[in-house]
């Protein structure tokens, strides 16, 4: 399985951007799927998780009102939509897709999932 995330940046404090992360190489519709992020420093975090049949998603208390994460099975992408962020929002940026099948509980530990994407890099200046 590999996934690829994109649309990181440099974006002003409440600005927006929307990242993506598309898979391949197994059953997309089948995971859920999570963003997690690294400030410099800091451990890696979760942000939000979609479940695999979309009807449920979770949001860390940093990102509720402010990010949405949604998903294309179609496409086999996941996004990550970002609104009003703050400069403690600059961070690397990473999606991560569920090690078991159809599970719908939040999933909050990087042990978790057993695939990564890269990281995009997110920069919200003040």
């Known amino acids: 399985v590999q996934l690829q995330a994109s649309g990181g940046g440099l974006v002003q404090a409440g600005g927006s951007l929307r990242l993506s992360c598309v898979a391949s190489g197994r059953t997309f519709s089948s995971y859920a799927m999570s963003w997690f992020r690294q400030a410099p420093g800091k451990e890696r975090e979760f942000v939000a998780q979609?479940?695999?049949?979309?009807?449920?998603?979770y949001y860390a208390t940093s990102a509720k009102g402010r990010f949405s994460v949604s998903r294309d099975d179609g496409k086999s992408t996941v996004y990550l939509q970002m609104n009003s962020l703050k400069p403690e929002d600059t961070a690397v940026y990473f999606c991560?897709?569920?090690?078991?099948?159809?599970?719908?509980?939040?999933?909050?530990?990087?042990?978790?999932?057993?695939?990564w994407g890269q990281g995009t890099q997110v920069t919200v200046s003040s």
């Open positions: 979609i479940s695999w049949n979309v009807d449920r998603t």
């Open positions: 991560a897709a569920d090690s078991v099948a159809f599970r719908l509980s939040l999933r909050t530990q990087l042990s978790e999932y057993g695939y």
